[in-house]
């Protein structure tokens, strides 16, 4: 049972928009979310992250809001750059050493 | 710069030929991770120390094996590989044992042929 979601495996968006990745999951337990980002051939580097006690994260141009009763964060990017283009993973934690990963949206920023 | 290095990058071996990946770090954090990670697939914790102490994921197969001489290296062992186990594999570190960001080294591929 896969319990943490990303449901788009792609998605593209013209430079400038804004790109809105998201995730879904279905521990309750979970506390601490995180986002990562991945170009090919190399590992994933973290983003950004948000507690359960908030509902809103920002660094940036990037923002991460959660939505507790709905099981659901998302990314967003504002402005997106083509820079931006990689598999972005989210990430669940209930306060302990296990991270579950979501199987990644590969977001493409057209030029 | 303080990183997380896997070597090799990429590696070939048989079906049924040990094989061993190696990790190594120099932010001298206290927990290492190795995850499993299949094409399309969410990357999948094998293991990981906190310090010298060892915890097995109960989906890890026996197959796999990891040992962590000191805090700087962490090494994957699997003892027979077979054509499952064709993946990325993903060593990262943590400060903490609970919460906090993990940094990713830049995975090894494995081919089995």
């Known amino acids: 049972d896969q319990q943490v979601k990303q449901n788009s495996p792609s998605l593209s968006v013209q430079e400038g928009r804004i790109s809105i990745l998201n995730c879904d999951y279905t521990n309750s337990m979970f506390d601490y979310f995180l986002w990562y980002k991945k170009y090919p051939a190399e590992g994933p580097t973290f983003l950004i992250s948000?507690?359960?006690?908030?509902d809103k994260n920002e660094d940036g141009r990037f923002t991460v809001f959660l939505n507790k009763s709905a099981k659901h964060l998302s990314l967003h990017i504002v402005p997106s750059q083509p820079g931006d283009s990689a598999v972005y993973f989210c990430?669940?934690?209930?306060?302990?050493?296990?991270?579950?990963f979501g199987t990644g949206t590969r977001l493409k920023v057209l030029a | 710069d303080a990183m997380v290095i896997q070597n090799p990058r990429y590696q070939v071996t048989q079906f049924g030929k040990p094989v061993t990946l190696s990790c190594s770090q120099t932010l001298n954090h206290n927990v290492m991770y190795w995850y499993q990670q299949k094409s399309s697939q969410a990357p999948k914790l094998l293991f990981h120390y906190y310090d010298k102490d060892f915890n097995n994921e109960a989906d890890t197969p026996d197959n796999f094996q990891s040992r962590r001489p000191n805090t700087s290296f962490c090494f994957l062992d699997i003892r027979s590989p077979g054509l499952g186990d064709a993946a990325m594999y993903l060593c990262a570190t943590s400060r903490a044992r609970g919460g906090g960001e993990q940094f990713f080294g830049p995975g090894t591929r494995l081919t089995v042929l």
């Open positions: 948000i507690s359960s006690i908030k």
């Open positions: 990430a669940a934690s209930s306060g302990t050493y296990k991270y579950i």
